[in-house]
C-alpha cells in the first residue's frame, strides 16, 4: 500500500511538471527530463508508468498531450470530485476559500459545522449543521471528506462520515483515527511536519 501510494503520488507530481512543459511550448517529453523535473531516476518514471500500461517511444519519447490525459484518468481527474469539508474553523474556512481545486476538479459541495453562524462565511461553499451530515452525504453520493474538527471530536465525527457513505479522508486532526478497512485515511499534522522540519534545519546547522 505505501509503495502504491508513493507512486500515485509521483504521478500527481509529474502531472503538474507536464502541463509546465507544456506551457513552456513541448509537444514531446524524454523520461529523463521528466526525471529531472520530480527528482527522481529516469527509471523510476519508466517504472511508475509500466504499471498502468504507460509507454513512450525511445526515440520520441512520450507525447504529452496524451500523457497528461492518461494520467487524469488515472488519478480520476477526468470528472468532478465531490469532497465536503467538516469543521468550519480557521483552517476548515481557508480551505473552502482555496480557489485552486476547482481548477483541479475538485468541488467542495458543502462544510459542517456545530455553530451555524459560520454559514455567513463568504466562500460560496454553503455551511450546514453537523445534524445534515450523513443524509446529505447519503443524498449527494459524496466519498470524500476532509476533517479538520478538533481531536476531541474527532473520532466520533470520522464515524458519522463513513457511517454516510465517505471512502476517502484528509485528516487534519491531531489524532490516528480508528478506520474500517474500506475506507482510507491520509493523516496531514501540520506540528509534526514544521517539527521534523526544525530538527533537520537545527541538525544541519549544528553540523557545520
Do not use: W
Request: some cysteine; hydrophobic content about 45%.
Amino acid at each position: 500500500m505505501v509503495a502504491k501510494k508513493n507512486c500515485i503520488l509521483r504521478l500527481s507530481r509529474y502531472k503538474n511538471e507536464l502541463y509546465r512543459f507544456k506551457k513552456l511550448g513541448f509537444i514531446k517529453i524524454f523520461s529523463e527530463y521528466l526525471a529531472d523535473a520530480v527528482g527522481v531516476t529516469s527509471a523510476q518514471v519508466r517504472k511508475d508508468f509500466s504499471l498502468f500500461d504507460i509507454s513512450g517511444n525511445k526515440r520520441g519519447g512520450y507525447t504529452i498531450d496524451a500523457l497528461i490525459e492518461k494520467l487524469n484518468v488515472i488519478l480520476g481527474k477526468n470528472q468532478i470530485q465531490k469532497v465536503v469539508v467538516v469543521g468550519a474553523g480557521n483552517l476548515g474556512t481557508a480551505l473552502l476559500r482555496y480557489k485552486n481545486f476547482a481548477k483541479q476538479g475538485i468541488r467542495i459541495e458543502a462544510a459542517f459545522d456545530l455553530d451555524p453562524a459560520k454559514g455567513s462565511q463568504k466562500s460560496g461553499v454553503p455551511v450546514r449543521p453537523m445534524t445534515e451530515l450523513e443524509t446529505f452525504l447519503r443524498r449527494n453520493d459524496i466519498k470524500i471528506g476532509i476533517l479538520c474538527v478538533p481531536e476531541v471530536a474527532a473520532q466520533s465525527v470520522f464515524d458519522a462520515m463513513v457511517n454516510g457513505g465517505i471512502r476517502g479522508v484528509l485528516n487534519f486532526s491531531p489524532i490516528q483515527l480508528k478506520t474500517p478497512a474500506d475506507c482510507i485515511v491520509t493523516n496531514v499534522n501540520l506540528e509534526v511536519e514544521l517539527e521534523n522540519l526544525i530538527y533537520f534545519v537545527t541538525a544541519g546547522q549544528s553540523a557545520k
